[in-house]
Protein backbone atom coordinates (compact mmCIF):
# COMPACT_ATOMS: atom_id res chain seq x y z
CA UNK A 1 0.00 0.00 0.00
CA UNK A 2 1.49 2.96 -1.26
CA UNK A 3 -1.10 5.60 -0.01
CA UNK A 4 -0.30 8.45 2.50
CA UNK A 5 -1.92 9.52 5.53
CA UNK A 6 -1.41 13.19 7.25
CA UNK A 7 -1.58 12.96 10.67
CA UNK A 8 -2.31 16.29 12.55
CA UNK A 9 -1.27 15.70 16.21
CA UNK A 10 1.50 12.81 15.16
CA UNK A 11 3.16 13.68 18.88
CA UNK A 12 0.21 14.24 21.09
CA UNK A 13 -1.71 11.13 23.44
CA UNK A 14 -3.39 9.34 20.73
CA UNK A 15 -0.58 10.19 17.99
CA UNK A 16 1.49 8.22 19.45
CA UNK A 17 -0.14 4.80 19.77
CA UNK A 18 -2.12 5.23 16.49
CA UNK A 19 1.17 6.16 13.91
CA UNK A 20 2.80 3.09 14.77
CA UNK A 21 -0.53 1.27 14.13
CA UNK A 22 -0.98 2.75 10.76
CA UNK A 23 2.60 2.69 9.71
CA UNK A 24 2.06 -1.75 10.47
CA UNK A 25 -0.53 -1.43 8.04
CA UNK A 26 1.38 0.20 5.38
CA UNK A 27 0.36 3.60 5.37
CA UNK A 28 2.98 6.27 4.43
CA UNK A 29 2.21 8.59 7.24
CA UNK A 30 3.31 12.31 7.45
CA UNK A 31 3.22 13.69 10.68
CA UNK A 32 2.66 16.93 12.61
CA UNK A 33 4.25 18.11 15.59
CA UNK A 34 4.65 21.76 16.64
CA UNK A 35 8.10 21.36 18.20
CA UNK A 36 11.39 20.34 15.98
CA UNK A 37 12.22 18.63 19.50
CA UNK A 38 9.84 16.31 18.83
CA UNK A 39 10.50 15.18 15.23
CA UNK A 40 13.10 12.60 15.99
CA UNK A 41 10.25 10.91 18.07
CA UNK A 42 8.61 10.61 15.28
CA UNK A 43 10.96 9.56 12.86
CA UNK A 44 11.90 6.37 15.64
CA UNK A 45 7.96 5.85 14.83
CA UNK A 46 8.25 5.40 10.96
CA UNK A 47 6.29 9.12 10.54
CA UNK A 48 7.84 11.76 8.47
CA UNK A 49 7.66 14.91 10.76
CA UNK A 50 6.36 18.02 9.71
CA UNK A 51 6.93 21.00 12.07
CA UNK A 52 3.46 23.53 11.52
CA UNK A 53 1.28 25.48 13.73
CA UNK A 54 -2.22 24.42 12.32
CA UNK A 55 -3.07 27.77 12.96
CA UNK A 56 -0.27 28.74 9.91
CA UNK A 57 -2.91 28.37 7.32
CA UNK A 58 -0.66 28.88 4.32
CA UNK A 59 2.35 26.75 5.88
CA UNK A 60 -0.18 23.99 6.85
CA UNK A 61 -2.14 24.08 3.15
CA UNK A 62 1.46 23.82 1.90
CA UNK A 63 2.74 20.78 4.16
CA UNK A 64 -0.74 18.65 2.95
CA UNK A 65 -0.14 19.38 -0.64
CA UNK A 66 3.26 18.18 -0.32
CA UNK A 67 2.27 15.31 1.47
CA UNK A 68 -0.41 14.48 -1.10
CA UNK A 69 -2.47 12.14 1.45
CA UNK A 70 -5.09 9.75 0.69
CA UNK A 71 -6.66 11.02 3.96
CA UNK A 72 -6.31 13.32 6.64
CA UNK A 73 -6.81 12.40 10.20
CA UNK A 74 -7.29 15.20 12.98
CA UNK A 75 -6.23 14.04 16.32
CA UNK A 76 -5.66 17.60 17.20
CA UNK A 77 -5.61 19.08 20.97
CA UNK A 78 -4.35 21.78 23.28
CA UNK A 79 -4.70 20.13 27.00
CA UNK A 80 -2.65 19.58 29.61
CA UNK A 81 -1.04 16.60 30.98
CA UNK A 82 -3.83 14.55 33.20
CA UNK A 83 -5.88 17.53 32.88
CA UNK A 84 -4.24 19.52 35.24
CA UNK A 85 -6.79 21.40 37.00
CA UNK A 86 -5.04 24.10 37.44
CA UNK A 87 -4.41 24.85 34.11
CA UNK A 88 -7.62 23.74 32.50
CA UNK A 89 -9.17 26.92 32.17
CA UNK A 90 -7.01 28.61 29.90
CA UNK A 91 -6.19 24.95 27.80
CA UNK A 92 -10.41 24.53 27.92
CA UNK A 93 -10.27 28.41 25.45
CA UNK A 94 -7.18 27.20 23.17
CA UNK A 95 -9.02 24.35 22.86
CA UNK A 96 -12.25 25.61 21.03
CA UNK A 97 -10.20 27.93 19.39
CA UNK A 98 -8.48 24.69 18.16
CA UNK A 99 -11.50 22.84 17.42
CA UNK A 100 -12.85 25.95 15.17
CA UNK A 101 -9.89 27.74 13.84
CA UNK A 102 -7.42 24.65 13.71
CA UNK A 103 -10.06 22.80 12.26
CA UNK A 104 -11.21 25.49 9.49
CA UNK A 105 -7.16 25.40 8.64
CA UNK A 106 -6.73 21.70 8.45
CA UNK A 107 -10.30 21.00 6.25
CA UNK A 108 -9.48 23.41 3.63
CA UNK A 109 -5.91 22.29 3.23
CA UNK A 110 -7.29 18.75 3.06
CA UNK A 111 -9.54 20.10 0.58
CA UNK A 112 -7.18 21.95 -1.49
CA UNK A 113 -4.98 18.59 -1.53
CA UNK A 114 -7.59 16.30 -3.06
CA UNK A 115 -7.78 14.03 0.53
CA UNK A 116 -10.81 11.66 -0.06
CA UNK A 117 -11.48 11.05 3.62
CA UNK A 118 -10.87 13.44 6.78
CA UNK A 119 -11.61 11.92 9.73
CA UNK A 120 -10.92 14.02 12.95
CA UNK A 121 -11.48 13.87 16.86
CA UNK A 122 -14.14 15.55 18.52
CA UNK A 123 -15.86 14.35 22.45
CA UNK A 124 -18.73 12.01 23.81
CA UNK A 125 -19.11 13.27 26.95
CA UNK A 126 -20.96 16.82 26.46
CA UNK A 127 -24.48 14.64 25.97
CA UNK A 128 -27.44 16.91 27.11
CA UNK A 129 -28.93 15.23 30.08
CA UNK A 130 -31.36 12.67 29.18
CA UNK A 131 -31.86 9.12 28.60
CA UNK A 132 -28.74 6.84 28.39
CA UNK A 133 -26.78 5.14 26.45
CA UNK A 134 -26.47 8.51 24.49
CA UNK A 135 -26.66 7.25 20.85
CA UNK A 136 -24.70 9.86 18.16
CA UNK A 137 -28.65 11.68 17.19
CA UNK A 138 -29.17 12.83 20.95
CA UNK A 139 -28.65 16.34 21.20
CA UNK A 140 -25.35 18.12 23.12
CA UNK A 141 -25.52 20.27 25.89
CA UNK A 142 -26.45 23.69 25.00
CA UNK A 143 -23.76 26.72 23.60
CA UNK A 144 -25.31 28.66 26.74
CA UNK A 145 -23.95 26.32 29.84
CA UNK A 146 -22.35 28.31 31.99
CA UNK A 147 -19.06 25.95 32.19
CA UNK A 148 -19.06 23.73 29.39
CA UNK A 149 -20.79 26.26 26.31
CA UNK A 150 -16.88 26.87 24.96
CA UNK A 151 -16.37 23.76 24.75
CA UNK A 152 -19.84 22.92 22.99
CA UNK A 153 -19.35 25.56 20.62
CA UNK A 154 -15.75 24.56 19.88
CA UNK A 155 -17.02 20.36 18.54
CA UNK A 156 -20.04 21.78 17.18
CA UNK A 157 -17.93 24.17 15.07
CA UNK A 158 -15.53 21.23 14.59
CA UNK A 159 -18.23 18.66 13.71
CA UNK A 160 -20.24 21.13 11.09
CA UNK A 161 -16.96 21.89 8.96
CA UNK A 162 -15.84 17.99 9.08
CA UNK A 163 -19.03 16.81 7.94
CA UNK A 164 -19.64 19.56 5.20
CA UNK A 165 -16.54 19.63 3.52
CA UNK A 166 -16.54 18.32 -0.09
CA UNK A 167 -15.01 14.91 0.94
CA UNK A 168 -16.09 11.69 3.06
CA UNK A 169 -16.11 13.30 6.57
CA UNK A 170 -15.76 11.36 9.93
CA UNK A 171 -16.58 12.41 13.13
CA UNK A 172 -15.45 10.02 16.05
CA UNK A 173 -16.57 11.04 19.49
CA UNK A 174 -14.09 9.55 21.99
CA UNK A 175 -15.07 9.18 25.28
CA UNK A 176 -12.32 10.33 28.58
CA UNK A 177 -9.16 9.28 27.55
CA UNK A 178 -6.77 7.18 29.62
CA UNK A 179 -3.89 4.72 29.57
CA UNK A 180 -0.05 5.59 27.88
CA UNK A 181 0.55 9.45 27.51
CA UNK A 182 -2.41 10.38 28.89
CA UNK A 183 -1.52 10.46 32.89
CA UNK A 184 -4.65 8.88 33.75
CA UNK A 185 -4.02 5.05 34.34
CA UNK A 186 -8.28 3.84 35.08
CA UNK A 187 -11.24 4.94 33.50
CA UNK A 188 -11.99 8.13 35.36
CA UNK A 189 -15.99 7.66 35.10
CA UNK A 190 -18.50 6.34 32.69
CA UNK A 191 -17.72 6.73 28.52
CA UNK A 192 -13.94 6.64 29.53
CA UNK A 193 -11.97 5.09 26.42
CA UNK A 194 -8.32 3.28 26.37
CA UNK A 195 -6.41 5.52 24.10
CA UNK A 196 -5.02 2.70 22.69
CA UNK A 197 -8.52 1.63 21.55
CA UNK A 198 -8.88 5.37 20.27
CA UNK A 199 -6.32 4.67 17.78
CA UNK A 200 -7.73 1.59 16.47
CA UNK A 201 -10.76 3.35 15.71
CA UNK A 202 -8.89 5.70 13.89
CA UNK A 203 -7.19 3.33 11.97
CA UNK A 204 -10.41 1.53 10.69
CA UNK A 205 -12.20 4.40 10.51
CA UNK A 206 -10.04 5.31 7.10
CA UNK A 207 -11.29 2.25 5.04
CA UNK A 208 -14.70 1.16 6.91
CA UNK A 209 -15.96 4.13 7.98
CA UNK A 210 -19.44 5.64 6.24
CA UNK A 211 -19.32 9.94 6.52
CA UNK A 212 -20.83 10.37 9.92
CA UNK A 213 -20.34 10.04 13.44
CA UNK A 214 -19.44 7.72 15.70
CA UNK A 215 -19.16 7.32 19.46
CA UNK A 216 -15.93 5.94 20.49
CA UNK A 217 -15.74 4.90 24.28
CA UNK A 218 -16.34 1.49 26.43
CA UNK A 219 -19.64 0.37 26.73
CA UNK A 220 -20.39 1.11 29.93
CA UNK A 221 -23.78 2.20 29.34
CA UNK A 222 -22.73 5.74 29.37
CA UNK A 223 -22.88 6.59 25.50
CA UNK A 224 -23.90 3.28 22.93
CA UNK A 225 -21.05 2.18 20.55
CA UNK A 226 -22.70 -0.21 18.59
CA UNK A 227 -22.90 1.65 15.57
CA UNK A 228 -19.14 1.91 15.83
CA UNK A 229 -18.94 -1.81 16.72
CA UNK A 230 -21.17 -2.69 14.08
CA UNK A 231 -19.77 -0.31 11.17
CA UNK A 232 -16.25 -0.39 11.73
CA UNK A 233 -15.64 -3.81 13.22
CA UNK A 234 -14.61 -1.74 16.26
CA UNK A 235 -13.22 -3.39 19.82
CA UNK A 236 -13.47 -1.69 22.63
CA UNK A 237 -11.13 -3.15 24.40
CA UNK A 238 -8.34 -3.34 21.83
CA UNK A 239 -5.45 -2.85 23.03
CA UNK A 240 -1.73 -2.48 21.61
CA UNK A 241 0.50 -5.72 22.84
Not at 6 to 24: D, E, K, Q, Y
Request: proline share 7%; with cysteine; hydrophobic share 45%.
Amino acid sequence: MNECIFLAGASGAIGRRLAPLLVADGWRVVGTTRSADKAPLLRAMGVEPVVVDVFDAAALRRAVADARPEAVLHQLTDLPYALEASKMADALVRNARLRDEGTRNLVAAAVGAGARRLVAQSIGFIYAEGPTPHREEDPLLPETHPLYGGTVTGVLRLERQVLDAPLEGVVLRYGMFYGPGTGIAAPAGPGSVHVDAAARAAVVALTRARPGVYNVAEADGAVDVQKAVRDLGWDPSFRIA
